[in-house]
């Protein structure tokens, strides 16, 4: 799946709208997409300690949740028309369960993708559980 349906978009959208930003109100959704196919949500929940859970790492949760480890794609949402691109400790999650192939996603508030990115493009030269293999 390389763009979503209007279905998928209007999930998303609506996960989105139910982010709890009380201190931001910057809202955004996250939708993962395992590699058997899978779709998970997620939205951003904020806590009044500033230590919140971003989009993609609540729908990397429920991916996890479900018994699903690899992640074919990612589709991030914001509530503009700029991007809104995974953070550094999403980006890292999203390295965890990422396969070369796999796509992230950044779309605009409507859902129009406005730019698509390979993992190695979000966080090159990336520190990986492959890394912690030759610690032994």
Do not use: W
Request: hydrophobic residues 35%; negative net charge.
């Amino acid at each position: 799946m390389s763009q979503l349906n209007g279905e998928q978009t209007r999930r998303l959208i609506a996960t989105r709208d139910r982010a709890y930003v009380p201190y931001s109100h910057h809202p955004v959704g996250a939708l993962i997409e395992a590699d058997d196919g899978s779709l998970y949500l997620g939205c951003n929940v904020e806590v009044a300690h500033y230590k919140g859970l971003c989009a993609e790492a609540s729908a990397i949760a429920a991916m996890i949740t479900a018994g699903h480890r690899t992640i074919r794609a990612a589709y991030v949402l914001g509530p503009g028309d700029h991007l809104c691109t995974p953070c550094g400790d999403c980006r890292q999650r999203l390295r965890e369960f990422a396969t070369p192939e796999t796509r992230i996603h950044v779309l605009n508030a409507n859902g129009v993708a406005l730019k698509h990115y390979r993992m190695e493009d979000l966080l090159p030269d990336s520190f990986g559980p492959e890394n912690l293999n030759d610690c032994t």
